[in-house]
């Protein structure tokens, strides 16, 4: 059963760049949409990104449009999210998940594989 490790936050001050990861491991990430998701203490699972393994069709919430970019390595059967402009708004816990196919959709209940988040901090 594939299992899902994000890395890569910390804290930062506003303006400044982070790239988060998600490594699989007992499975494939391919023939799999994987998204990224995360939540502010007191608030809703919010969808952030989303990349379609094959093709890398994207799709971005309107909050991060323009400042976060995914991509994957199909090597390392990793999924890549570079947060640049960071601002104090996007703090929050970062999730990776799988989809339970290709297709991309911003609705978490299309994930069934959850990662266990990484703390993002931006401070002002």
């Known amino acids: 059963q594939v299992q899902l490790v994000e890395s890569g936050g910390g804290l930062v001050q506003a303006g400044a760049s982070l790239r988060l990861s998600c490594a699989a491991s007992?499975?494939?990430?391919?023939?799999?949409?994987m998204g990224w998701f995360r939540q502010a203490p007191g608030k809703e699972r919010e969808f952030v990104a989303a990349?379609?393994?094959?093709?890398?069709?994207?799709d971005y919430a309107d909050s991060v449009k323009g400042r976060f970019t995914l991509s994957r390595d199909n090597a390392k059967n990793t999924v890549y999210l570079q947060m640049n402009s960071l601002k104090p708004e996007d703090t929050a816990t970062y999730y990776c998940a799988r989809g339970r196919s290709q297709a991309i959709f911003r609705d978490k209940n299309q994930y069934d594989r959850w990662g266990q988040g990484t703390q993002v901090t931006v401070s002002s």
């Open positions: 990349i379609r393994w094959f093709g890398g069709t994207t």
């Open positions: 007992g499975g494939t990430l391919s023939y799999y949409a």
